[in-house]
């Protein structure tokens, strides 16, 4: 992998994710959970409902999204395409060539792996229910610990030939 890949993978695809994840969830938590006080773990406009929404929606769209734009910076010369048999782990290679079946593939992956996890510690930790701000801030920072390591994924498996 090169120079100019990796920092392709780190500062666009991890950081930027951050910084977009960041806004991005945190202006939805904002939108659509602005009228309530308080935001409870469980129940149908929950904290435990919008993670494992999150967990799935993330890594769909983020495919939709990122893997046009990475296979862009290919065809534009910036980087060279990737082998798969030589740049990608073998346990990626199953995964579908197709973007939105790959999209949605992550999406249950996370939303099997990622969402009982989060969910999991956020009750075992006690909490029945948060502010509105700190749902917010929580939000904000859930997705961007998700997409961070999600987005250089799908941007690596978008540019391997």
């Known amino acids: ?8 993978f780190l500062l666009e695809e991890a950081v930027g994710s951050i910084i977009v994840n960041l806004i991005i969830n945190g202006a939805i ?19 435990a ?26 065809q534009a010369g910036r980087f060279e395409a990737l082998e798969w048999a030589r740049d990608v782990p073998s346990a990626l290679q199953w995964l579908p060539a197709g973007t ?21 510690a956020l009750y075992a930790l006690g909490v029945t229910d948060l502010g509105f701000w700190s749902f917010v801030t929580f939000k904000a920072l859930f997705a961007a610990a998700l997409g961070a390591p999600v987005t250089p994924l799908i941007a690596l498996l978008a540019i391997a030939k």
């Open 1 to 8: 992998m090169s120079p100019a890949h990796k920092r392709f």
């Open 29 to 47: 938590a904002f939108l659509m959970f602005r009228g309530a006080s308080r935001v409870p773990l469980w129940g149908q406009q929950s904290i």
């Open 49 to 74: 409902g919008d993670t494992i929404g999150t967990t799935f929606f993330l890594p769909l769209i983020t495919t939709l999204i990122v893997t046009p734009l990475a296979r862009r910076n290919v």
């Open 100 to 120: 939105f079946a790959r999209g949605v593939v992550l999406g249950l992956l996370c939303t099997v792996i990622v969402a009982p996890l989060s969910v999991g």
